[in-house]
């Protein structure tokens, strides 16, 4: 992939070429997570707002409707634990896509060192993509009691990761500064 961004200009507006190559689309994921992660690190940086949902808390002094003493007396506290709570929302995006990129992040679930053995089992099954019979291997652990696999903590890992990606979808319009 080869992306080129020129500086926007008011009249002309700004010139974007992107060439996409074959096997950017074979881990379409990785190849965005690359260009979407530094994206939302500089927005974190020098964000100028916040989406309108975290930032309506009432009592502002340019508001058509008028509100209570309390409210003007709390709109600055109200902001500022919007302003936080949208900054927690970038940073869930953020470290989700620091793992996508990094990508190794399953390792850290495998303990021990892992041995395998591949036994023939003696049956032959069609390959759908050759069409020609082929033998069958079972994987044997040969190092049942030296390796371990904690599937709970990769499946909370992959949760967590899930949770940033969603909050990207659910606000992708709001990103923006």
């Not at 200009?9 to 260009?35: C, P, V």
């Not at 390959?127 to 082929?134: H, L, Q, S, V, Y």
Request: overall charge negative.
């Amino acid at each position: 992939m080869k992306a080129k961004f020129t500086n926007y200009q008011s009249k002309t507006g700004q010139r974007i070429d992107i060439k996409i190559d074959r096997w950017d689309t074979y881990s379409m994921d990785n190849t965005l997570a690359h260009i979407i992660l530094p994206l939302l690190l500089q927005l974190r940086e020098t964000k100028h707002g916040v989406p309108h949902e975290f930032a309506d808390v009432g009592g502002e002094d340019h508001g058509q409707q008028d509100s209570f003493d309390f409210y003007k007396e709390t709109h600055n506290e109200a902001f500022d634990s919007g302003v936080k709570r949208w900054e927690e929302c970038l940073d869930k995006m953020i470290w989700s896509f620091q793992q996508l990129v990094e990508g190794n992040y399953s390792d850290k679930y495998h303990h021990g060192k892992i041995e395998v053995e591949w036994k023939p089992t003696g049956k032959k099954v069609n390959n759908p993509m050759t069409g020609k019979m082929e033998d069958t291997f079972q994987m044997i652990d040969k190092n049942p009691t030296e390796h371990w696999y904690d599937l709970d903590g990769e499946l909370l890992h992959d949760e967590r990761i899930q949770e940033g990606l969603d909050l990207f979808g659910r606000y992708y319009r709001n990103l923006w500064d």
